[in-house]
């Protein structure tokens, strides 16, 4: 009697620690969610790290004339106040971002509906969610056609980033739709276009992303370049991850870059890889 006592004993114990375990583990998964919207609440900060790789280097001997392979920085991103703009109601978004060798501030604003996240109208475009890489000097760089001085002037052009006077308000004509509502795997919609290119976004599925904020469960957005062709081009690759909680992470690489040297001579090729991690994120 008493052995089975404790045989009974024993197996309550050890149903009881795993329940607890379960719990634990639960507790910790991010909650599965089909559709969710940006949030689009002021004074929600995100505080986020950027990395800048050079990979893939060939031949190796042009290695020399890059000084390092990566380029760090931190930055963030808050919903700062309401504005009126035309008698439309827009949420600023300020966007700082930093390096040792420099920092710079965008201003844009923004406007929500049932349809999806669409930014209006923005002071500067320069360096958001993209490190700045001082210029490689008598370097040339090539792709997709399109001829650069820097690779930080290419990525600025992958990001559709570009400096302007803070002092002049543009307008997105039209309106970008960064984020469309509701979300629906493999829909690919317009995102900006300009001469013979145009970009689209589309939705790659959901995946469970962790990053130093934490894990969540987030929608997969698939940047596509289209360079004067039908079919997207295979060599640019961007991945946005977003969340009930923001945006979490992004990663981009652009693939066979053709270097030249002073003289316009093609001497090697190479990738580049930016990487976007949310550090912490905090919402009122």
């Known amino acids: 009697m008493k052995q089975s006592l404790l045989k009974l004993f024993i197996l309550l114990v050890f149903m009881i620690s795993l329940s607890c375990s379960d719990d634990s583990v639960n507790s910790n998964a991010p909650v599965a969610q089909e559709n969710f919207k940006y949030p689009f609440k002021t004074n929600a900060l995100w505080y986020y790290a950027t990395k800048n790789f050079i990979t893939n280097i060939r031949p190796d001997s042009i290695g020399i004339y890059f000084s390092t392979d990566t380029t760090g920085g931190y930055g963030g991103a808050q919903f700062v106040k309401d504005s009126v703009i035309n008698g439309d109601t827009l949420k600023l978004l300020r966007n700082t971002?930093?390096?040792?060798?420099?920092?710079?501030?965008?201003?844009?604003?923004?406007?929500?509906?049932?349809?999806?996240?669409?930014?209006?109208?923005?002071?500067?475009?320069?360096?958001?969610?993209?490190?700045?890489?001082?210029?490689?000097?008598?370097?040339?760089?090539?792709?997709?056609?399109?001829?650069?001085?820097?690779?930080n002037d290419l990525l600025r052009f992958q990001n559709r980033e570009f400096e302007l006077d803070d002092t002049v308000l543009v307008f997105d004509d039209p309106p970008v739709l960064t984020i469309r509502y509701p979300i629906e795997e493999n829909h690919e919609w317009n995102f900006v276009a300009f001469g013979t290119t145009r970009v689209t976004k589309k939705y790659a599925g959901y995946e469970n992303v962790t990053v130093p904020a934490g894990t969540y469960h987030c929608a997969k957005i698939q940047r596509l370049w289209y360079y004067n062709s039908p079919t997207p081009d295979p060599n640019s690759i961007s991945y946005d991850y977003f969340s009930k909680d923001g945006m979490m992470k992004r990663d981009m690489i652009i693939k066979d870059i053709i270097v030249s040297n002073e003289l316009g001579q093609q001497i090697g090729l190479i990738d580049v890889k930016e990487e976007v991690e949310v550090l912490s994120y905090s919402s009122p």
């Open 97 to 151: 971002h930093s390096t040792s060798q420099h920092s710079h501030t965008t201003l844009e604003f923004y406007k929500q509906s049932d349809s999806g996240l669409f930014r209006i109208a923005y002071y500067s475009e320069g360096t958001n969610f993209g490190p700045y890489r001082p210029t490689e000097e008598g370097l040339g760089f090539t792709f997709a056609g399109e001829k650069f001085s820097s690779l």
